[in-house]
């Protein structure tokens, strides 16, 4: 049997859905994941148990046990893991990305540096301390920037710690919330150094694309490109809605396929996965990030591909098949339109219920609707926040009949979420 390192989170959504495109495809997986190397099997997956934050010594397990379970091909969920898979596929003489540009693509100034210096169009950028030397970084920043601009830690992902300012007053404030995001438990448990570094650069306005794709021996295969529907102007910049295909024109979507393979070059990326976010006005594209790895969380289940004579395949078994060497040229996806809405959090607090679900996946072209919160959970939106309430799903004829299903859906959801303090009262 063929086997197909999987390296994720041992809590991440994908890591199930992995485990069952493995099982229809007959393709044995080889967990990799940073859970406790001292319990014994807790999650019963016969994981190889790593940490991101040491990826030398992550990288001697995963080949220690290649040896006895050999690998023929390699999937990372997430940034965090990427370095590690790249290290991983050089040793082992399987087709990736490179290990430098893995690491560039997880850090947004590095990025922004690269896209520069190949002549892409970026905004201007300028780094500064987020360290010990705060208070000097802060007051050279906010006296010579222009505005707007949008503050943004280096290596975090889905938007979070990413805020607007307008002047010198909100950019301050926006700086020592960001510095206090940067010193939760939680990240600060990453042991990422880059943590410590911050971004400033000009806002960008116009609309705002995703674009899944596969790069195959360094050439890109597009998959589908999102469209953004709602404006994504600030002060936060949580998505909400992706729908696809977009209402672009022929010349607009080769602009971004194009623009999006150059920025992977030029930050080295090679082979597997890649999600990418754009921005397109008067002035061009301008490439905001290119990930090695797939889209996050369930919004692969926004995507089906053709496949005969089986029905469709999903993300997931397209980027098992691709790990093992199938060429991407025959993926094509369904025909019509899809798209998925992440359920935003409306204010912090404790998540108590949610009620109209069922009248949710009752509307027209509504496909499902999941809910991932948990009782009990504590509930933190944009920008200290990483999660979402869940997700809904749809397909239609067009895109707009999937944005309308999708809006619908979610104005017939109504979440009961206590205040905070009210927990605390009750211990």
Known sequence: MTRVLLLATTTGYQTRTFGEAAERLGVELVFATDRCHLIDDPWRDAAIPIRFYDETASVEAILSAA??????????VGDRPTVIAARVANALGLPWHTADGA???????????RLRDAGLPVP????????????????????SVPFPCVLKPVALSGSRGVMRADDRASLAAAVERLRALMRSPDIRAERNDAHDDALVEGFIPGREYAIEAVLHHGAMHPLAIFAKPDPLDGPFFEETIYVTPPELTRDAET?????????AAAIGLYHGPIHAECRINDSGVFVLEVAARPIGGLCARALRFENTPDPFLSLEEIQLRHALGETPEAWQREACAAGVMMIPIPRRGVFKRVDGVDAASEVAHVDEVVITAKTDQLLVPLPEGASYLGFIFARADSARGVESAL?????????????????????
């Open 103 to 113: 690491a560039i693509a997880r850090n947004k100034l590095r990025t922004r540096e």
């Open 407 to 427: 809006r619908d859906a979610h104005a017939r959801l109504h979440f009961t979420i206590d205040a905070e303090f009210a927990v605390r009262a009750s211990v």
């Open 255 to 263: 602009a971004i396929v194009d623009a999006v393979a150059r920025a």
């Open 67 to 76: 040896r006895e379970r050999p690998i023929d091909g390699i999937v990372a």
């Open 124 to 143: 201007w950028f300028q780094p500064f301390d987020l360290g010990p030397n705060v208070t000097a970084s802060v007051t050279d920043v906010t006296t």
